[in-house]
């Protein structure tokens, strides 16, 4: 019996394209991971995609002036290049995860036959994964690893990817993208979120003791601080030597210090408030919020704005003020270049923008007072007014206003009664304006009023409305152009080209007349007619040209400082958030010092010249004069600045004028001109209420009109019903205006009355 046994034949050739079962799956993974978001990308792309939870606020030049939290699901910091990571991290890092980084090729097949090996003897080791495929994992979405960890064909894909990177990366371009996006602590992601929260400093600043505790955190992200010093222990040893015992305990209590640190805080840098406002504008507009905002703020003078509020404020301890607030416009286009919100750690509401609230701003509204009146040709800035104790009759009191230091001057210019501050005279202008045609005025110069001037009543002379430091400072920065009024803004404005000057952006209209303006202007600008109040050294003077006005709300809650050079406007605020009144701070100890050394800081060497009078203004020689010849001249002689066509030589008080305690509503008129006798209704005064009985017979109900003056005729809602200085009216319901008007039926003086109550008949 033969045994048949094989016989032996040669190998056959292998076709020409043969390949392995092996590595034929080995190429359709690679087919099918070709197409890995994470494998194909670039280095640049990566970085490009890149989103940090913050948005950076830049100034107008690029520099970094604020960051400001904009994403609460993740805590990202900004992308930091590999050359601004700790080199102990970059070691610490390598040692810990991947001690091979630099010579596999994504792969480190060594420690995947040791991990194989260890779990075929069940043995516990260090995992394969490397640094690469860490990567892979975390920029590929469907290469994450899940709750239970990654699937077979993940680990695959992942190793398949990993090969993909290094063939089109470098090695530094790993790491650094590695580093920038690892998860680490709780919802902490990449290297700078991580140094700023924990040890709050930049990630180039680390020392071995912190990379280490970060290498440990890579493998444990959310391990309690005693396993991670035991792992950063082990992590230190490999990177320094002669680690001892004592050197691991005092790393575990570093550690525990370090894992109750909170820092990273969500805003941080010196324009909190504007941040906030020009974020809320990008996602208004865009849906988005970008990783950087451009400004039109300038750096360096919003530090110092900074640091001068809260220096003075400092000084002003123990007189019950904290806050404060402070913006800076460019005169010509109205870019913000300064805007400080609150005086920070000084204050228990440094979230309260004080450039936005609405608070009352005193005194600052007499100049758009006084520029109304003379542009309606009421007053000139040499006219009379009579500083003197005056009650005025309003529907639910009677006002009488007083002076800031409760002494009256007697009778004195437009232009000292404006410059010097006092009240009594502006609301004896404010009778003649109406407190409902200053409120429409004031609205019309971007005040946000919300009440009408009848609402107010004569105390809107002193400011008893309420207003933002914002809208206020555009206002004035109004005043500093000719009376037009532009729109303020947060965004840098085109440089201007070589040989061109700044100009106001479409510029509207004026909403102030330009004659009036410059006089105004010219007013506050002179050191001499506020000498009254402020004295001939005040705080207020520069060595250049500036316009400046103070202004204190009633029990001292507001403190305010307005002003304007050639250049730039300045607003000032100082009070307490909280409306509590402080104590014994007056306009040139409150805001005014503030505003005296930003202004000056602008134009340390920077030249402001008086504005030129636009056409319509006239500048004429005047002479005062009291009512007795042998008195002193009320004023002295001096050149002043008038619209053209109310110029005059000489004011003097007429002998023919009533007691100073009698004020009708457009009472003062007369006051300007000598040769002009004065009229003016006594009774009843603008806004009284009448209110008829229909039980009272009509002959008792009559009301008596009385005005003083020669050849009166008065006029009723526009026709004549009676003549002389008395005048018998049988009242009816409605609002009424009240005229007294000469021959010539110019118009002398008006009330504005109401009737209430049901029709009487005769």
């Given at each position: 019996?033969?045994l048949s046994?094989?016989?032996?034949?040669?190998?056959?050739p292998?076709?020409?394209g043969?390949?392995?079962?092996a590595?034929?799956i080995a190429?359709?993974?690679?087919?099918?991971?070709a197409?890995?978001a994470?494998?194909?990308?670039?280095?640049?792309?990566?970085?490009?995609?890149?989103?940090p939870s913050?948005?950076?606020?830049?100034?107008?030049?690029?520099?970094?002036i604020?960051?400001?939290?904009?994403?609460?699901?993740?805590?990202?910091?900004q992308?930091?290049a590999l050359?601004?990571?700790?080199?102990?991290?970059?070691?610490?890092?390598?040692?810990?995860?991947?001690k091979?980084?630099f010579?596999?090729?994504?792969v480190?097949?060594?420690?995947v036959s040791?991990?194989a090996w260890?779990?075929?003897?069940n043995?516990?080791t260090?995992?394969?994964?490397?640094?690469?495929?860490?990567?892979?994992g975390?920029?590929?979405?469907?290469?994450?690893?899940?709750s239970?960890g990654?699937?077979?064909l993940?680990k695959?894909?992942q190793?398949?990817?990993?090969?993909?990177?290094?063939?089109?990366?470098?090695?530094?371009?790993?790491?650094?993208?590695?580093?920038?996006l690892?998860?680490?602590?709780?919802?902490?992601?990449g290297?700078?979120a991580l140094?700023?929260?924990?040890?709050?400093?930049?990630?180039?600043?680390?020392d071995?003791?912190?990379?280490a505790?970060?290498a440990?955190l890579?493998?444990?992200?959310?391990a309690?601080?005693?396993?991670v010093?035991?792992?950063?222990c082990?992590v230190?040893?490999?990177?320094?030597?002669?680690v001892?015992?004592?050197?691991?305990?005092?790393?575990?209590?570093?550690?525990l210090?370090?894992?109750?640190?909170?820092?990273f805080e969500?805003?941080?840098g010196i324009?909190?408030?504007?941040?906030?406002?020009?974020?809320?504008?990008?996602?208004?507009?865009?849906?988005?919020v970008?990783t950087?905002l451009?400004?039109?703020l300038?750096?360096?003078?919003?530090?110092f704005a900074?640091?001068?509020?809260q220096q003075h404020l400092r000084?002003l301890?123990?007189?019950?003020?904290?806050?404060?607030a402070?913006?800076?416009?460019?005169?010509?286009?109205?870019e913000?270049?300064?805007w400080?919100?609150?005086?920070?750690?000084?204050s228990?509401?440094?979230?309260?923008?004080?450039?936005?609230a609405l608070?009352q701003?005193?005194?600052?509204?007499k100049?758009?007072?006084?520029?109304?009146?003379?542009?309606e040709?009421?007053i000139?800035?040499?006219?009379?007014?009579?500083?003197s104790?005056?009650q005025?009759?309003?529907?639910?009191?009677?006002?009488i206003?007083?002076?800031?230091?409760?002494?009256f001057?007697?009778?004195?210019?437009?232009?000292t009664?404006?410059?010097a501050?006092?009240?009594?005279?502006?609301?004896?202008?404010?009778v003649?304006?109406?407190?409902d045609?200053?409120?429409?005025?004031l609205?019309a110069l971007?005040?946000?009023?919300k009440?009408t001037?009848?609402?107010y009543?004569?105390?809107?002379?002193?400011?008893?409305?309420?207003v933002?430091?914002l809208?206020?400072?555009?206002a004035?920065?109004?005043l500093?152009?000719g009376?037009?009024l532009?729109?303020?803004?947060?965004?840098?404005?085109?440089p201007?080209k070589?040989?061109?000057?700044?100009?106001?952006p479409?510029?509207a209209?004026?909403?102030l007349?330009?004659?009036?303006?410059?006089?105004?202007?010219?007013?506050l600008?002179d050191?001499l007619?506020?000498?009254r109040?402020?004295g001939?050294?005040?705080v207020?003077a520069t060595?250049f040209?500036?316009?400046?006005?103070?202004?204190?709300?009633?029990?001292?809650?507001?403190?305010?400082?307005m002003?304007f050079?050639?250049?730039?406007t300045?607003?000032?605020?100082?009070g307490n958030?909280s409306?509590?009144p402080?104590w014994?701070?007056?306009?040139t100890?409150?805001a005014?010092?503030?505003w005296a050394?930003?202004?000056?800081?602008?134009?340390?060497s920077?030249?402001?010249?008086a504005?030129?009078?636009?056409a319509g203004?006239?500048q004429?020689?005047?002479?005062?004069?009291?009512?007795?010849s042998?008195?002193?001249p009320?004023?002295?002689?001096r050149?002043e600045w008038?619209l053209?066509g109310t110029?005059?030589a000489n004011?003097?008080?007429n002998t023919e004028?009533?007691?100073a305690?009698?004020?009708?509503a457009?009472g003062?008129?007369?006051?300007?001109?000598?040769?002009?006798a004065?009229?003016?209704?006594?009774n009843?005064t603008?806004?009284?209420?009448?209110?008829?009985?229909?039980?009272?017979?009509?002959?008792?109900?009559?009301?008596?009109?009385?005005?003083?003056?020669k050849?009166?005729?008065?006029?009723?809602?526009g026709?004549?019903?009676?003549?002389?200085?008395v005048?018998p009216w049988?009242?009816w319901?409605?609002r009424h205006v009240?005229?007294?008007?000469n021959e010539?039926?110019?118009?002398?003086?008006e009330v504005r009355?109401?009737v209430?109550?049901?029709?009487v008949k005769?």
């Amino acid at each position: 019996m033969l045994l048949s046994r094989p016989i032996s034949r040669p190998a056959r050739p292998r076709p020409k394209g043969w390949a392995s079962p092996a590595r034929a799956i080995a190429t359709v993974l690679i087919a099918a991971c070709a197409g890995s978001a994470g494998a194909t990308a670039t280095f640049n792309e990566i970085k490009s995609a890149y989103t940090p939870s913050d948005t950076l606020i830049l100034d107008r030049h690029g520099e970094v002036i604020h960051r400001l939290r904009t994403d609460a699901t993740v805590r990202r910091g900004q992308w930091v290049a590999l050359a601004d990571i700790s080199p102990a991290l970059r070691t610490a890092l390598v040692l810990s995860e991947d001690k091979r980084f630099f010579e596999h090729s994504g792969v480190d097949w060594q420690a995947v036959s040791a991990a194989a090996w260890a779990n075929l003897w069940n043995t516990k080791t260090r995992g394969a994964s490397t640094l690469t495929m860490q990567l892979a994992g975390l920029m590929d979405k469907d290469l994450k690893r899940g709750s239970s960890g990654r699937t077979v064909l993940q680990k695959m894909g992942q190793t398949v990817s990993a090969q993909m990177l290094e063939h089109q990366w470098r090695k530094d371009q790993i790491l650094e993208a590695y580093l920038n996006l690892v998860p680490l602590k709780g919802e902490l992601v990449g290297v700078d979120a991580l140094s700023q929260t924990l040890f709050g400093k930049a990630a180039h600043g680390l020392d071995a003791r912190e990379a280490a505790i970060t290498a440990a955190l890579v493998r444990a992200p959310n391990a309690c601080s005693t396993v991670v010093a035991q792992r950063a222990c082990q992590v230190l040893k490999a990177i320094q030597t002669g680690v001892t015992a004592a050197d691991c305990t005092e790393l575990d209590l570093f550690t525990l210090a370090m894992f109750q640190r909170r820092g990273f805080e969500p805003s941080e840098g010196i324009a909190p408030h504007v941040a906030r406002q020009v974020v809320r504008a990008a996602q208004s507009d865009t849906g988005a919020v970008p990783t950087t905002l451009r400004t039109s703020l300038s750096a360096p003078l919003q530090r110092f704005a900074v640091q001068t509020l809260q220096q003075h404020l400092r000084e002003l301890a123990g007189r019950h003020v904290e806050d404060g607030a402070l913006v800076v416009l460019d005169n010509a286009t109205g870019e913000v270049l300064a805007w400080v919100g609150s005086s920070g750690a000084l204050s228990d509401a440094a979230e309260v923008d004080g450039v936005t609230a609405l608070r009352q701003p005193g005194s600052t509204l007499k100049p758009f007072l006084y520029a109304q009146a003379i542009a309606e040709r009421r007053i000139t800035a040499a006219s009379l007014l009579d500083d003197s104790g005056t009650q005025l009759q309003t529907a639910s009191r009677l006002y009488i206003p007083q002076n800031y230091d409760r002494q009256f001057k007697g009778w004195v210019s437009t232009r000292t009664a404006l410059a010097a501050s006092l009240n009594v005279p502006a609301v004896r202008t404010l009778v003649m304006v109406s407190p409902d045609a200053f409120n429409k005025q004031l609205i019309a110069l971007g005040l946000p009023l919300k009440e009408t001037g009848d609402y107010y009543g004569y105390s809107l002379a002193l400011g008893s409305a309420e207003v933002s430091l914002l809208s206020l400072t555009n206002a004035y920065r109004a005043l500093s152009n000719g009376g037009r009024l532009g729109p303020t803004t947060l965004t840098p404005a085109a440089p201007p080209k070589a040989g061109q000057k700044k100009v106001m952006p479409n510029a509207a209209p004026p909403v102030l007349n330009p004659g009036t303006a410059f006089i105004v202007g010219n007013i506050l600008s002179d050191p001499l007619a506020r000498a009254r109040t402020f004295g001939t050294d005040s705080v207020l003077a520069t060595r250049f040209w500036s316009a400046v006005k103070t202004g204190t709300s009633k029990d001292m809650r507001d403190n305010w400082a307005m002003g304007f050079s050639q250049r730039y406007t300045v607003g000032v605020w100082v009070g307490n958030a909280s409306g509590a009144p402080m104590w014994d701070v007056s306009g040139t100890s409150g805001a005014a010092p503030i505003w005296a050394v930003v202004m000056k800081h602008l134009h340390r060497s920077l030249p402001s010249l008086a504005p030129q009078p636009p056409a319509g203004v006239v500048q004429a020689a005047v002479r005062f004069s009291l009512p007795q010849s042998t008195a002193e001249p009320a004023e002295a002689a001096r050149q002043e600045w008038f619209l053209r066509g109310t110029e005059q030589a000489n004011f003097a008080i007429n002998t023919e004028a009533t007691p100073a305690g009698n004020t009708g509503a457009r009472g003062l008129k007369g006051l300007k001109n000598s040769s002009r006798a004065i009229a003016r209704i006594t009774n009843p005064t603008t806004g009284t209420i009448i209110a008829l009985d229909p039980g009272i017979p009509p002959s008792h109900q009559r009301v008596r009109f009385m005005a003083e003056g020669k050849n009166l005729r008065w006029v009723m809602d526009g026709k004549v019903f009676a003549k002389g200085s008395v005048a018998p009216w049988l009242p009816w319901p409605g609002r009424h205006v009240v005229q007294i008007i000469n021959e010539r039926g110019e118009v002398l003086d008006e009330v504005r009355l109401e009737v209430r109550g049901a029709g009487v008949k005769s």
